[in-house]
């Protein structure tokens, strides 16, 4: 019932300049297969994948063995995306744009939690990208939105005033 709602909102909303529909595909144990990750990749135009998630979207796809790189760029133009984003927890991440690919490591911090990081991330880049910021801009804002969510207890935390403003 949800997956058909969901569906039935994304096929709805129009497409453009400005509009962002977000796949972060969020593999959960046994609860998906290739037919659902396909539409949903279809409906959207941005990704967000991580690494072991990745991997089990390379091999569904039949891109077992490639490079990281192959993957995501094959995703992107297979899918019509317009924005691809991987993260690999503390080995950084990647954003994939038709026109660049911009690549980030992960800061140092002490660690006090990861729950929200990857949720926190996605915000970040997607509230920046539309606000003007280039790829490279907007990945730079949620690997440091990211980063500071990890060093607090918990999901919600108000952030510091240099990591809102713009």
């Known amino acids: 019932m949800s997956r058909n709602t969901i569906r039935q909102f994304l096929q709805t909303m129009p497409d453009g300049d400005g509009r962002l529909k977000i796949f972060d595909i969020n593999l959960r144990q046994a609860f998906y297969c290739k037919e659902v990750i396909e539409v949903s990749m279809r409906l959207c135009n941005v990704m967000k994948i991580n690494d072991e998630e990745l991997k089990v979207v390379a091999d569904m796809f ?25 993260t690999c927890g503390a ?15 992960t800061p140092r911090v002490t660690v006090a939690d990861t729950v929200g990081a990857g949720d926190s991330f996605t915000a970040a880049f997607t509230a920046s990208y539309l606000r003007g910021m280039t790829v490279a801009e907007a990945h730079n804002r ?22 809102i403003g713009i």
């Open 142 to 163: 949620a690997v440091q939105v990211s980063a500071y969510v990890c060093t607090q207890n918990g999901a919600m935390q108000q952030l510091p005033q240099e990591l």
């Open 62 to 86: 039949g891109c077992n063995g490639s490079d990281c790189r192959e993957v995501c760029r094959k995703l992107l133009d297979d899918f019509s995306l317009q924005v691809l984003i991987l």
């Open 91 to 105: 080995d950084g991440s990647k954003v994939f744009a038709r026109d660049c690919v911009s690549e980030l490591g």
